[in-house]
Protein backbone atom coordinates (compact mmCIF):
# COMPACT_ATOMS: atom_id res chain seq x y z
CA UNK A 1 0.00 0.00 0.00
CA UNK A 2 2.40 2.46 0.83
CA UNK A 3 5.22 1.57 -1.94
CA UNK A 4 4.35 4.49 -4.32
CA UNK A 5 4.11 7.29 -1.17
CA UNK A 6 7.43 6.46 -0.27
CA UNK A 7 8.67 7.36 -4.17
CA UNK A 8 7.01 10.41 -3.42
CA UNK A 9 9.25 10.77 -0.33
CA UNK A 10 12.27 9.31 -1.71
CA UNK A 11 11.75 11.08 -5.60
CA UNK A 12 11.59 14.61 -3.65
CA UNK A 13 14.48 13.92 -1.28
CA UNK A 14 17.04 12.38 -4.71
CA UNK A 15 15.43 15.41 -6.49
CA UNK A 16 17.12 18.03 -3.91
CA UNK A 17 20.15 15.80 -4.24
CA UNK A 18 20.20 16.50 -7.63
CA UNK A 19 19.03 20.14 -8.59
CA UNK A 20 21.83 20.59 -10.72
CA UNK A 21 20.05 18.92 -13.60
CA UNK A 22 16.54 21.07 -13.41
CA UNK A 23 18.74 24.10 -16.04
CA UNK A 24 19.08 20.96 -18.57
CA UNK A 25 17.42 22.10 -21.52
CA UNK A 26 17.52 25.92 -20.88
CA UNK A 27 18.57 27.78 -24.15
CA UNK A 28 20.73 29.96 -22.66
CA UNK A 29 23.18 30.37 -19.74
CA UNK A 30 23.53 33.88 -19.44
CA UNK A 31 22.20 36.19 -16.80
CA UNK A 32 18.63 37.21 -17.72
CA UNK A 33 16.09 39.79 -16.38
CA UNK A 34 13.35 37.81 -15.25
CA UNK A 35 10.02 38.78 -16.33
CA UNK A 36 8.61 38.83 -13.01
CA UNK A 37 10.84 40.55 -10.17
CA UNK A 38 8.16 38.71 -7.70
CA UNK A 39 7.12 34.75 -7.93
CA UNK A 40 5.38 34.00 -5.19
CA UNK A 41 3.83 30.54 -4.52
CA UNK A 42 0.62 30.98 -2.76
CA UNK A 43 0.47 27.19 -0.98
CA UNK A 44 -2.03 27.67 2.03
CA UNK A 45 -2.04 24.60 4.35
CA UNK A 46 -5.71 23.52 4.50
CA UNK A 47 -8.38 21.38 3.83
CA UNK A 48 -6.44 18.14 4.23
CA UNK A 49 -4.32 19.10 1.04
CA UNK A 50 -0.44 18.43 0.07
CA UNK A 51 1.07 21.32 2.31
CA UNK A 52 -1.50 20.70 5.09
CA UNK A 53 -0.21 17.03 5.36
CA UNK A 54 3.12 17.14 4.43
CA UNK A 55 5.98 16.24 6.86
CA UNK A 56 7.89 18.69 8.05
CA UNK A 57 11.43 17.84 5.86
CA UNK A 58 8.52 16.74 2.95
CA UNK A 59 7.61 20.41 2.70
CA UNK A 60 11.42 21.52 3.08
CA UNK A 61 12.51 19.35 0.02
CA UNK A 62 9.30 20.07 -2.00
CA UNK A 63 10.17 23.73 -1.31
CA UNK A 64 13.76 23.39 -2.49
CA UNK A 65 12.62 22.10 -5.94
CA UNK A 66 9.57 24.98 -6.54
CA UNK A 67 12.92 27.38 -5.92
CA UNK A 68 15.07 25.89 -8.10
CA UNK A 69 11.82 25.92 -10.83
CA UNK A 70 11.99 30.09 -10.66
CA UNK A 71 10.18 31.20 -7.12
CA UNK A 72 11.42 33.31 -4.97
CA UNK A 73 8.72 34.27 -2.48
CA UNK A 74 6.47 31.98 -0.49
CA UNK A 75 3.43 32.35 1.12
CA UNK A 76 1.26 30.84 3.51
CA UNK A 77 -2.53 31.68 4.75
CA UNK A 78 -3.82 30.46 8.40
CA UNK A 79 -7.07 29.24 7.67
CA UNK A 80 -8.43 28.66 11.11
CA UNK A 81 -11.54 27.17 9.46
CA UNK A 82 -12.81 24.21 12.28
CA UNK A 83 -9.48 25.37 14.57
CA UNK A 84 -10.07 26.38 18.01
CA UNK A 85 -7.38 29.67 19.35
CA UNK A 86 -3.82 27.76 19.21
CA UNK A 87 -2.89 30.52 21.90
CA UNK A 88 -5.73 29.36 24.39
CA UNK A 89 -4.57 27.65 27.33
CA UNK A 90 -7.53 24.83 26.94
CA UNK A 91 -6.69 23.60 23.43
CA UNK A 92 -3.38 22.53 23.53
CA UNK A 93 -2.38 19.89 20.98
CA UNK A 94 -5.65 20.35 18.86
CA UNK A 95 -5.79 21.16 15.16
CA UNK A 96 -5.60 25.27 15.25
CA UNK A 97 -2.24 24.22 17.57
CA UNK A 98 -0.66 21.27 15.44
CA UNK A 99 -1.38 23.22 12.36
CA UNK A 100 0.44 26.54 13.47
CA UNK A 101 3.13 24.21 14.52
CA UNK A 102 3.55 23.16 11.01
CA UNK A 103 3.05 26.28 9.59
CA UNK A 104 5.87 27.80 11.50
CA UNK A 105 8.12 25.32 10.86
CA UNK A 106 7.64 25.81 6.86
CA UNK A 107 8.58 29.04 7.05
CA UNK A 108 11.54 28.43 8.93
CA UNK A 109 12.40 25.97 5.64
CA UNK A 110 11.29 28.56 3.26
CA UNK A 111 13.72 31.26 4.91
CA UNK A 112 16.39 28.75 4.83
CA UNK A 113 15.74 27.96 1.48
CA UNK A 114 16.52 31.92 0.69
CA UNK A 115 12.61 32.59 0.24
CA UNK A 116 11.35 35.83 1.01
CA UNK A 117 8.17 35.05 3.06
CA UNK A 118 5.00 36.31 3.34
CA UNK A 119 1.92 36.03 5.13
CA UNK A 120 -1.54 35.53 3.26
CA UNK A 121 -4.29 37.27 5.83
CA UNK A 122 -8.32 37.39 5.70
CA UNK A 123 -8.82 39.90 8.67
CA UNK A 124 -12.05 39.07 10.51
CA UNK A 125 -11.86 35.27 9.48
CA UNK A 126 -11.47 34.16 13.59
CA UNK A 127 -11.20 31.07 14.84
CA UNK A 128 -14.21 28.37 15.70
CA UNK A 129 -14.36 29.21 19.59
CA UNK A 130 -14.12 33.07 18.73
CA UNK A 131 -17.91 33.92 16.84
CA UNK A 132 -20.65 34.01 19.47
CA UNK A 133 -23.78 35.42 17.73
CA UNK A 134 -23.63 38.77 19.39
CA UNK A 135 -20.60 39.62 17.52
CA UNK A 136 -20.88 37.60 14.04
CA UNK A 137 -20.84 39.43 10.86
CA UNK A 138 -23.36 39.89 9.03
CA UNK A 139 -23.03 37.42 5.68
CA UNK A 140 -24.32 38.22 2.45
CA UNK A 141 -22.76 37.65 -1.38
CA UNK A 142 -19.07 36.68 -0.79
CA UNK A 143 -18.93 37.03 2.73
CA UNK A 144 -18.53 33.74 4.54
CA UNK A 145 -16.77 32.28 7.28
CA UNK A 146 -15.91 31.97 10.69
CA UNK A 147 -16.76 35.75 10.78
CA UNK A 148 -16.77 38.70 13.08
CA UNK A 149 -17.87 42.28 12.92
CA UNK A 150 -14.83 44.42 12.89
CA UNK A 151 -16.85 47.43 13.66
CA UNK A 152 -18.33 45.52 17.11
CA UNK A 153 -15.58 46.86 19.90
CA UNK A 154 -15.32 43.03 21.32
CA UNK A 155 -15.07 41.70 17.38
CA UNK A 156 -12.72 44.06 16.55
CA UNK A 157 -10.60 43.20 19.89
CA UNK A 158 -10.48 39.34 18.64
CA UNK A 159 -9.33 40.37 15.61
CA UNK A 160 -5.83 42.28 16.69
CA UNK A 161 -5.33 40.23 19.58
CA UNK A 162 -5.06 37.36 16.93
CA UNK A 163 -2.71 38.75 14.84
CA UNK A 164 -0.52 40.00 17.78
CA UNK A 165 -0.31 36.43 19.07
CA UNK A 166 0.34 35.03 15.30
CA UNK A 167 3.19 38.22 14.99
CA UNK A 168 4.87 37.87 17.79
CA UNK A 169 5.25 34.08 17.96
CA UNK A 170 6.27 34.07 14.24
CA UNK A 171 9.23 36.35 15.55
CA UNK A 172 9.59 33.99 18.73
CA UNK A 173 10.09 31.34 16.43
CA UNK A 174 12.96 32.68 14.28
CA UNK A 175 10.82 34.25 11.02
CA UNK A 176 10.90 36.63 10.12
CA UNK A 177 8.33 38.24 7.23
CA UNK A 178 8.54 40.51 4.80
CA UNK A 179 5.25 41.05 3.64
CA UNK A 180 1.42 40.92 4.65
CA UNK A 181 -1.33 39.89 1.95
CA UNK A 182 -4.43 40.93 3.32
CA UNK A 183 -7.66 39.70 1.15
CA UNK A 184 -11.28 40.63 1.71
CA UNK A 185 -13.47 37.40 1.06
CA UNK A 186 -12.85 34.24 1.04
CA UNK A 187 -12.98 34.03 3.89
CA UNK A 188 -13.94 37.46 5.07
CA UNK A 189 -16.27 39.79 5.19
CA UNK A 190 -19.10 41.89 7.17
CA UNK A 191 -22.66 43.31 5.07
CA UNK A 192 -23.70 45.32 8.17
CA UNK A 193 -24.47 48.51 7.76
CA UNK A 194 -21.19 49.78 10.12
CA UNK A 195 -19.15 47.82 8.02
CA UNK A 196 -20.36 49.35 4.72
CA UNK A 197 -18.70 49.75 2.22
CA UNK A 198 -16.76 46.90 3.62
CA UNK A 199 -13.67 47.42 1.39
CA UNK A 200 -12.97 50.47 3.51
CA UNK A 201 -13.77 48.68 6.42
CA UNK A 202 -11.49 46.14 5.74
CA UNK A 203 -8.59 48.51 4.72
CA UNK A 204 -8.68 50.75 7.77
CA UNK A 205 -8.77 46.89 9.95
CA UNK A 206 -5.51 46.07 7.49
CA UNK A 207 -3.98 49.75 8.72
CA UNK A 208 -4.08 48.56 12.23
CA UNK A 209 -3.16 45.15 11.72
CA UNK A 210 0.01 46.06 9.66
CA UNK A 211 0.77 48.77 12.30
CA UNK A 212 1.24 45.43 14.69
CA UNK A 213 2.64 43.59 12.62
CA UNK A 214 5.73 46.30 12.03
CA UNK A 215 6.65 45.60 16.21
CA UNK A 216 7.70 42.44 15.72
CA UNK A 217 8.42 42.15 11.85
CA UNK A 218 10.28 45.81 10.97
CA UNK A 219 10.01 46.85 7.41
CA UNK A 220 7.27 44.30 6.62
CA UNK A 221 4.94 45.54 3.72
CA UNK A 222 1.52 45.95 2.92
CA UNK A 223 0.45 43.81 -0.09
CA UNK A 224 -3.05 43.10 -1.35
CA UNK A 225 -4.54 40.40 -3.12
CA UNK A 226 -7.93 41.02 -5.44
CA UNK A 227 -9.58 38.30 -5.75
CA UNK A 228 -13.10 38.61 -5.96
CA UNK A 229 -12.92 43.06 -5.76
CA UNK A 230 -15.42 44.89 -8.06
CA UNK A 231 -14.47 47.35 -9.86
CA UNK A 232 -16.26 49.87 -7.63
CA UNK A 233 -14.03 48.97 -4.40
CA UNK A 234 -10.74 48.97 -6.25
CA UNK A 235 -11.93 52.53 -7.11
CA UNK A 236 -13.15 53.26 -3.09
CA UNK A 237 -9.82 51.97 -2.40
CA UNK A 238 -7.43 53.76 -4.25
CA UNK A 239 -9.41 56.67 -3.43
CA UNK A 240 -8.66 56.00 0.33
CA UNK A 241 -5.51 55.29 0.09
CA UNK A 242 -4.57 57.92 -1.85
CA UNK A 243 -6.25 60.49 0.87
CA UNK A 244 -5.49 58.43 3.72
CA UNK A 245 -2.41 56.11 3.39
CA UNK A 246 -0.18 57.43 0.74
CA UNK A 247 2.54 54.99 -0.57
CA UNK A 248 1.43 52.52 2.14
CA UNK A 249 0.35 49.61 -0.45
CA UNK A 250 3.21 48.08 -2.17
CA UNK A 251 0.91 46.20 -4.92
CA UNK A 252 -2.09 44.45 -5.36
CA UNK A 253 -2.40 41.06 -7.20
CA UNK A 254 -5.66 41.71 -9.58
CA UNK A 255 -7.93 38.58 -10.13
CA UNK A 256 -7.73 37.20 -12.89
CA UNK A 257 -11.90 35.13 -13.89
CA UNK A 258 -11.70 31.52 -14.50
CA UNK A 259 -10.86 31.47 -18.46
CA UNK A 260 -9.35 34.89 -18.68
CA UNK A 261 -5.78 35.62 -18.99
CA UNK A 262 -5.44 39.11 -17.96
CA UNK A 263 -6.13 41.73 -14.94
CA UNK A 264 -8.48 44.21 -15.27
CA UNK A 265 -8.14 48.02 -15.85
CA UNK A 266 -8.59 49.08 -12.52
CA UNK A 267 -7.31 51.94 -10.39
CA UNK A 268 -4.15 51.69 -7.98
CA UNK A 269 -3.35 53.71 -5.47
CA UNK A 270 -0.14 55.68 -6.11
CA UNK A 271 3.17 54.13 -5.61
CA UNK A 272 1.15 50.33 -5.92
CA UNK A 273 2.58 47.69 -8.38
CA UNK A 274 0.38 46.45 -10.65
CA UNK A 275 0.46 42.45 -9.96
CA UNK A 276 -1.61 39.45 -10.97
CA UNK A 277 -3.12 36.29 -8.81
CA UNK A 278 -2.96 33.80 -11.39
CA UNK A 279 -4.82 30.16 -10.42
CA UNK A 280 -3.18 27.25 -11.13
CA UNK A 281 -5.04 24.98 -9.84
CA UNK A 282 -6.89 24.61 -13.25
CA UNK A 283 -6.41 23.14 -16.65
CA UNK A 284 -6.99 24.86 -19.97
CA UNK A 285 -10.67 25.78 -20.14
CA UNK A 286 -13.33 26.01 -17.99
CA UNK A 287 -16.01 24.32 -19.50
CA UNK A 288 -15.53 21.48 -18.35
CA UNK A 289 -13.95 21.96 -15.82
CA UNK A 290 -10.51 19.59 -15.19
CA UNK A 291 -9.61 21.94 -11.24
CA UNK A 292 -8.36 20.92 -7.96
CA UNK A 293 -6.94 17.19 -8.95
CA UNK A 294 -11.03 16.19 -9.35
CA UNK A 295 -9.27 14.15 -12.26
CA UNK A 296 -6.05 13.81 -11.08
CA UNK A 297 -2.78 16.40 -11.98
CA UNK A 298 -3.46 19.47 -14.27
CA UNK A 299 -1.81 21.14 -16.79
CA UNK A 300 -2.43 24.44 -18.60
CA UNK A 301 0.78 24.96 -20.54
CA UNK A 302 -1.02 27.42 -23.50
CA UNK A 303 -2.99 29.32 -21.03
CA UNK A 304 0.22 30.04 -18.49
CA UNK A 305 2.20 31.31 -20.98
CA UNK A 306 -0.29 33.49 -22.94
CA UNK A 307 -1.34 34.72 -19.21
CA UNK A 308 2.02 35.74 -18.48
CA UNK A 309 2.89 37.52 -21.61
CA UNK A 310 -0.92 39.81 -21.68
CA UNK A 311 0.24 40.52 -17.78
CA UNK A 312 4.01 41.26 -18.94
CA UNK A 313 2.40 43.50 -21.42
CA UNK A 314 0.13 45.04 -18.96
CA UNK A 315 3.03 46.54 -16.84
CA UNK A 316 2.77 43.58 -14.29
CA UNK A 317 5.79 43.65 -11.78
CA UNK A 318 4.59 39.95 -10.02
CA UNK A 319 2.81 37.21 -9.97
CA UNK A 320 1.29 35.07 -6.88
CA UNK A 321 0.58 31.55 -8.04
CA UNK A 322 -2.41 29.98 -6.26
CA UNK A 323 -1.85 26.20 -5.43
CA UNK A 324 -3.79 23.21 -3.71
CA UNK A 325 -1.52 21.28 -3.86
CA UNK A 326 0.87 18.83 -5.28
CA UNK A 327 -1.83 18.32 -8.41
CA UNK A 328 -0.27 21.20 -10.09
CA UNK A 329 3.17 20.22 -9.91
CA UNK A 330 3.49 21.09 -13.39
CA UNK A 331 1.86 24.45 -13.95
CA UNK A 332 4.40 25.42 -11.11
CA UNK A 333 7.19 24.23 -13.05
CA UNK A 334 5.42 26.02 -16.21
CA UNK A 335 4.52 30.04 -14.31
CA UNK A 336 7.82 29.97 -12.29
CA UNK A 337 10.34 28.98 -15.41
CA UNK A 338 8.52 31.34 -17.58
CA UNK A 339 8.48 33.87 -15.28
CA UNK A 340 11.98 34.05 -13.64
CA UNK A 341 12.88 34.09 -17.47
CA UNK A 342 14.82 30.19 -17.03
CA UNK A 343 12.65 29.22 -20.31
CA UNK A 344 11.09 31.46 -22.96
CA UNK A 345 8.17 28.49 -23.82
CA UNK A 346 6.41 26.17 -22.38
CA UNK A 347 7.58 23.50 -24.83
CA UNK A 348 10.95 24.64 -23.19
CA UNK A 349 9.53 24.33 -19.63
CA UNK A 350 7.96 20.71 -20.14
CA UNK A 351 11.19 19.20 -21.94
CA UNK A 352 13.24 20.33 -18.86
CA UNK A 353 10.47 18.80 -16.39
CA UNK A 354 10.73 15.76 -18.17
CA UNK A 355 15.10 15.27 -18.38
CA UNK A 356 14.91 16.40 -14.38
CA UNK A 357 12.10 14.22 -13.06
CA UNK A 358 11.60 11.38 -15.57
CA UNK A 359 15.65 11.11 -16.58
CA UNK A 360 14.11 11.75 -20.37
CA UNK A 361 16.74 11.98 -23.28
CA UNK A 362 16.50 14.49 -25.79
CA UNK A 363 13.81 12.56 -27.95
CA UNK A 364 11.72 11.38 -24.86
CA UNK A 365 11.75 14.62 -23.49
CA UNK A 366 9.53 16.15 -26.20
CA UNK A 367 7.19 13.07 -26.90
CA UNK A 368 6.76 13.56 -22.91
CA UNK A 369 6.27 17.90 -23.67
CA UNK A 370 3.41 16.44 -26.39
CA UNK A 371 2.01 14.26 -24.17
CA UNK A 372 1.81 16.07 -21.06
CA UNK A 373 0.52 19.36 -23.36
CA UNK A 374 -2.56 17.19 -24.82
CA UNK A 375 -3.69 17.01 -21.14
CA UNK A 376 -4.55 20.64 -21.23
CA UNK A 377 -7.86 19.49 -22.75
CA UNK A 378 -8.30 16.23 -21.07
CA UNK A 379 -11.74 15.64 -22.30
CA UNK A 380 -10.72 15.80 -25.75
CA UNK A 381 -7.85 13.56 -25.09
CA UNK A 382 -8.25 9.62 -26.74
CA UNK A 383 -7.20 7.23 -23.70
CA UNK A 384 -6.43 4.50 -25.98
CA UNK A 385 -3.81 6.54 -27.98
CA UNK A 386 -2.80 8.18 -24.98
CA UNK A 387 -2.14 5.41 -22.94
CA UNK A 388 -0.09 3.71 -26.11
CA UNK A 389 1.76 6.51 -26.15
CA UNK A 390 2.76 6.83 -22.89
CA UNK A 391 3.43 2.88 -21.98
CA UNK A 392 6.91 3.06 -24.35
CA UNK A 393 8.29 5.87 -22.42
CA UNK A 394 6.98 4.58 -18.60
CA UNK A 395 8.79 1.55 -19.32
CA UNK A 396 12.35 3.08 -19.97
CA UNK A 397 11.99 4.01 -16.17
CA UNK A 398 13.38 1.93 -13.52
CA UNK A 399 11.76 3.28 -10.62
CA UNK A 400 8.76 5.26 -11.46
CA UNK A 401 8.10 8.30 -9.65
CA UNK A 402 5.69 9.78 -8.25
CA UNK A 403 5.25 12.46 -10.71
CA UNK A 404 4.89 9.93 -13.64
CA UNK A 405 2.44 7.83 -11.74
CA UNK A 406 -0.26 10.59 -11.30
CA UNK A 407 -0.67 11.23 -14.78
CA UNK A 408 -0.63 7.32 -15.61
CA UNK A 409 -3.59 7.60 -13.04
CA UNK A 410 -5.25 10.59 -14.64
CA UNK A 411 -5.26 8.11 -17.77
CA UNK A 412 -6.86 5.55 -15.72
CA UNK A 413 -9.46 8.39 -14.30
CA UNK A 414 -10.31 9.70 -17.41
CA UNK A 415 -11.05 6.04 -18.28
CA UNK A 416 -13.59 5.50 -15.72
CA UNK A 417 -15.11 9.13 -16.00
CA UNK A 418 -15.68 8.11 -19.99
CA UNK A 419 -17.45 5.18 -19.01
CA UNK A 420 -19.56 6.25 -16.38
CA UNK A 421 -20.72 9.52 -19.33
CA UNK A 422 -21.24 6.86 -22.04
CA UNK A 423 -24.23 5.58 -19.80
CA UNK A 424 -27.41 7.50 -19.42
CA UNK A 425 -29.45 5.52 -16.63
CA UNK A 426 -28.44 4.41 -12.87
CA UNK A 427 -27.80 1.10 -13.63
CA UNK A 428 -26.08 -1.36 -11.71
CA UNK A 429 -23.22 -1.23 -14.23
CA UNK A 430 -23.25 2.54 -14.10
CA UNK A 431 -23.06 2.65 -10.40
CA UNK A 432 -19.81 0.48 -10.22
CA UNK A 433 -18.22 2.26 -13.44
CA UNK A 434 -18.11 5.54 -10.58
CA UNK A 435 -16.51 2.97 -8.58
CA UNK A 436 -14.18 2.30 -10.53
CA UNK A 437 -13.25 6.10 -10.73
CA UNK A 438 -13.16 6.61 -6.76
CA UNK A 439 -11.11 3.45 -6.52
CA UNK A 440 -8.63 4.98 -8.57
CA UNK A 441 -8.71 8.05 -6.99
CA UNK A 442 -8.35 6.48 -3.77
CA UNK A 443 -4.60 5.20 -5.60
CA UNK A 444 -3.91 8.99 -6.34
CA UNK A 445 -5.18 10.57 -3.32
CA UNK A 446 -3.66 8.18 -0.74
CA UNK A 447 -0.80 6.35 -2.57
CA UNK A 448 0.87 8.79 -4.50
CA UNK A 449 -0.21 12.47 -3.25
CA UNK A 450 -0.30 10.76 0.56
CA UNK A 451 -3.69 13.10 1.57
CA UNK A 452 -6.10 12.44 4.38
CA UNK A 453 -9.33 13.44 5.20
CA UNK A 454 -9.64 16.42 2.15
CA UNK A 455 -12.34 19.40 2.92
CA UNK A 456 -13.77 22.05 1.62
CA UNK A 457 -12.86 22.49 -2.27
CA UNK A 458 -11.46 19.88 -2.06
CA UNK A 459 -13.38 17.15 -0.57
CA UNK A 460 -15.86 15.33 -2.92
CA UNK A 461 -18.89 16.66 -1.58
CA UNK A 462 -18.01 20.10 -2.94
CA UNK A 463 -16.89 18.75 -6.26
CA UNK A 464 -18.29 19.45 -9.59
CA UNK A 465 -17.89 16.18 -11.62
CA UNK A 466 -20.76 16.34 -13.99
CA UNK A 467 -22.38 13.30 -12.76
CA UNK A 468 -21.82 13.78 -8.81
CA UNK A 469 -25.13 15.30 -8.32
CA UNK A 470 -26.73 12.84 -9.98
CA UNK A 471 -24.89 9.64 -8.31
CA UNK A 472 -25.25 11.03 -4.72
CA UNK A 473 -28.65 10.78 -4.76
CA UNK A 474 -28.69 7.42 -6.03
CA UNK A 475 -26.22 6.45 -3.31
CA UNK A 476 -28.74 8.20 -0.73
CA UNK A 477 -31.83 5.85 -1.94
Given at each position: MYGLRSCFRVGIFLAVLFSCAWSMGQETSVTVTPPFEMRVLYAPGHFGNSYEVMGEHEMRAYL?????????RYADWFDSVDCTDPFS??????????????????????????????????PNHVFADQCPAEIA??????????????????????????????????AKSGVRLNALWPGPYDYGGCACDACKPWILTF???????????????????MRFIGWWWSAEEHRLFAEWADREAPNWVKSLALHIPYGDFDVGNVPLPQGCERQAFVHIGYAEETKPMDIYGRFGPVIAADRLERTLATLKAHGCTGVMAYSEGVFDDVNKALLAGLGSGKHTHAD???????KRYFKADDTDASAWADWLKAWGRPFAVDPVASGAALAPLMAKMDDTPWRASQWSLKLDLLKAHNAVMALTEWTPERLARVDDFWKTYEVLERRIWGLGLSRGCLGRSGCDLPWYQEWAQQVKR
Open positions: AECKEMGFNDKYHHLMGSVLWGRKKANFRSAQDLGFACDLVITAVKADRIFGQLVCPSKPEGRTIILRNYENLFADLAKLCREIGDIAGKYHPGIEDVLKAYA
